[in-house]
């Protein structure tokens, strides 16, 4: 693979969700009931999930703590409602980010009356334990989780030069990449090591998200 680093392919993701409820789910990382101890997380990323909700569909209130959640809409719009009176839709293009701090409820659904929705959530390992709760809504090409400002996050549709950075995670979400001699469709990604001296080619129309990370959690 070289400085490419290791791709997973849409196909390798583990499948969640409740189908019979209108809920499919791919998970990128170890998640739930997948448990893969070999795949927990990469730098301070812990979940990549793509999740499609159909009409109507929608994942009931549930906690979360000391976890920062970010959220890119690729289709669609969701609804996000949480214990701290936060009540919000998010976008095409837009991205929420939740900071689940000492801990938050909140509930997520389609808002679309006749479109279904799609979007990609991403999970990172806070900076620091037990802060209040913090939420944001946003647009814009580099984002930053609440509270890990080790980890940027930048949304790109045409070739680009990625960061140099000790991890980089890169994700297709539409059309095709190229990362050297690895082409990369929708659902692909790739985990690169040291990066340095990269390029993301777009073979035609394509969305791609890239995190940089400048470090990853520590566990003992």
Same mark, same amino acid.
């Given at each position: 693979?070289?400085g490419?680093?290791?791709?997973?392919r849409a196909?390798?993701? &583990?499948r969640?969700?409740?189908?019979?409820r209108?809920?499919? $789910?791919?998970?990128?990382f170890?998640?739930?009931?997948? &448990?893969?101890?070999e795949?927990a =997380?990469f730098?301070?990323?812990? #979940?990549?999930?793509?999740e499609? @909700?159909?009409?109507n #569909?929608? =994942?009931?209130q549930?906690?979360?703590?000391d976890?920062e959640?970010?959220?890119?809409?690729i289709?669609?719009?969701?609804?996000?409602?949480?214990? +701290?009176?936060h009540?919000?839709?998010? !976008?095409?293009?837009?991205? *929420?980010?939740?900071?689940?701090g000492?801990g938050v409820?909140?509930?997520e659904?389609?808002?679309?009356?006749?479109?279904p929705?799609r979007? @990609?959530q991403?999970?990172?390992?806070?900076?620091?334990?037990g802060?209040?709760?913090?939420?944001?809504?946003?647009?814009?090409?580099?984002?930053?989780?609440l !509270?890990?400002?080790? +980890?940027?996050l930048?949304v790109?549709?045409? $070739?680009?030069r990625?960061?140099?950075?000790?991890?980089?995670?890169?994700h297709?979400?539409r059309? *095709?990449? !190229?990362?050297? +001699?690895e082409?990369?469709?929708p659902g692909d #990604? %790739?985990?690169? !090591?040291? +990066? %340095?001296?990269l390029?993301?080619h777009?073979d035609g129309?394509?969305? &791609?998200?890239?995190w940089?990370?400048h470090?990853e959690?520590?566990y003992g």
């Open positions: 693979m070289g490419v680093g290791v791709v997973w196909g390798e993701r &583990y969640g969700g409740d189908p019979a209108g809920i499919e $789910t791919w998970h990128a170890s998640f739930s009931g997948h &448990y893969d101890p795949n =997380f730098g301070f990323l812990i #979940a990549c999930n793509e499609r @909700l159909a009409l #569909a929608g =994942f009931a549930h906690p979360h703590r976890v959640i970010v959220t890119w809409v289709e669609g719009e969701l609804c996000h409602e949480d214990d +701290a009176g009540r919000a839709l998010v !976008r095409e293009g837009e991205i *929420q980010r939740l900071s689940a000492s409820l909140h509930s659904r389609n808002a679309s009356a006749d479109k929705l979007f @990609l991403m999970w990172l390992h806070p900076a620091e334990f802060t209040p709760p913090a939420y944001a809504i946003t647009r814009g090409q580099d984002v930053s989780p !509270r890990q400002p080790g +980890a940027l930048a790109h549709t045409a $070739t680009a990625l960061p140099e950075a000790p991890f980089v995670y890169v297709v979400v059309g *095709q990449l !190229r990362l050297e +001699a082409q990369l469709g #990604a %790739a985990r690169i !090591r040291d +990066a %340095a001296g390029t993301a777009c129309p394509a969305e &791609y998200l890239v940089a990370m470090g959690p520590s």
